[in-house]
T-cell receptor
Framework: SQKIEQNSEALNIQEGKTATLTCNYTNYSPAYLQWYRQDPGRGPVFLLLIRENEKEKRKERLKVTFDTTLKQSLFHITASQPADSATYLCALGGYNKLIFGAGTRLAVHP | EAGVVQSPRYKIIEKKQPVAFWCNPISGHNTLYWYRQNLGQGPELLIRYENEEAVDDSQLPKDRFSAERLKGVDSTLKIQPAELGDSAVYLC?????????????FGPGTRLTVL
C-alpha cells in the first residue's frame, strides 16, 4: 500500500532562517503533489501544487521540489517568520484522490 | 467568497448514540469530500461526491456510517451508533472539477468526542 513519510518530530528554527520540510513516499506514482498548511483547530489550506513533470515550483517565500526518482518532495520556506508556525501536510494526487501524510509541525522562534 | 461551512464545530456524545454533521461547500464546487482526521495524522478520505453521486465510498464504514448529498449541494454525514474509536475531527472539503488537479478547500471541521 502507499506510504507517505513526513518528519514526525517538530522542526524548530530561528526567525529569518530557511525551513525545509521533507516528504518521502513509496509504492505510488503520483501525478502531482500538493502541500497544505494546517493551523490548530482549522482545516488544511492549500499552498502549492507541483506536477510529476515539474522539478520546482515557487510562490513568494515558498519553494517546492519534486524528485520522482527519489520519490521525494522538499518544501522550503525562506525568511521564515513566527506566523509560519503551523503543521504542513504533503498530499499525493492522482486518480481523483489525494493521500495525505501525517504532517510536520514547524515552530519558528523569534 | 464564502468558504466551506461545517456545523456543528464540536460535538460530545455517549457511545451508541447517533450523530450527524453538515457541510455546505463553496458555491459552484461540484465535488465534495468527507475526511476523518485522527490526532497527529493526516486527513483520510471517507467519501467523495461528484454532484449528488457518491463516486468513491470505499473507505466509508458502511455498517455505521452513511452520507448523502441531496441536490448536489450540501451534504450530511451520519454515524449510528457511534463508537469510542470514532472520536476524531471530521472535515468536509470541496473542489472544482479541474482535469489533472484536485485542489481542495477545507472547512474548519467538526471535532467529535465519543464518551
Amino acid at each position: 500500500s502507499q506510504k507517505i513519510e513526513q518528519n514526525s518530530e517538530a522542526l524548530n528554527i530561528q526567525e529569518g532562517k530557511t525551513a525545509t520540510l521533507t516528504c518521502n513516499y513509496t509504492n505510488y506514482s503520483p501525478a502531482y503533489l500538493q502541500w497544505y498548511r494546517q493551523d490548530p483547530g482549522r482545516g488544511p489550506v492549500f499552498l502549492l501544487l507541483i506536477r510529476e513533470n515539474e522539478k520546482e515550483k515557487r510562490k513568494e517565500r515558498l519553494k517546492v521540489t519534486f524528485d520522482t526518482t527519489l520519490k521525494q518532495s522538499l518544501f522550503h520556506i525562506t525568511a521564515s517568520q513566527p506566523a509560519d508556525s503551523a503543521t504542513y501536510l504533503c498530499a499525493l494526487g492522482g486518480y481523483n484522490k489525494l493521500i495525505f501524510g501525517a504532517g510536520t509541525r514547524l515552530a519558528v522562534h523569534p | 467568497e464564502a468558504g466551506v461551512v461545517q456545523s456543528p464545530r464540536y460535538k460530545i456524545i455517549e457511545k451508541k448514540q447517533p450523530v450527524a454533521f453538515w457541510c455546505n461547500p463553496i458555491s459552484g464546487h461540484n465535488t465534495l469530500y468527507w475526511y476523518r482526521q485522527n490526532l497527529g495524522q493526516g486527513p483520510e478520505l471517507l467519501i467523495r461526491y461528484e454532484n449528488e453521486e457518491a463516486v468513491d465510498d470505499s473507505q466509508l464504514p458502511k455498517d455505521r456510517f452513511s452520507a448523502e448529498r441531496l441536490k448536489g449541494v450540501d451534504s450530511t454525514l451520519k454515524i449510528q451508533p457511534a463508537e469510542l474509536g470514532d472520536s476524531a475531527v471530521y472535515l468536509c472539503a470541496s473542489s472544482l472539477e479541474e482535469r489533472g488537479t484536485d485542489t481542495q478547500y477545507f472547512g474548519p471541521g467538526t471535532r467529535l468526542t465519543v464518551l
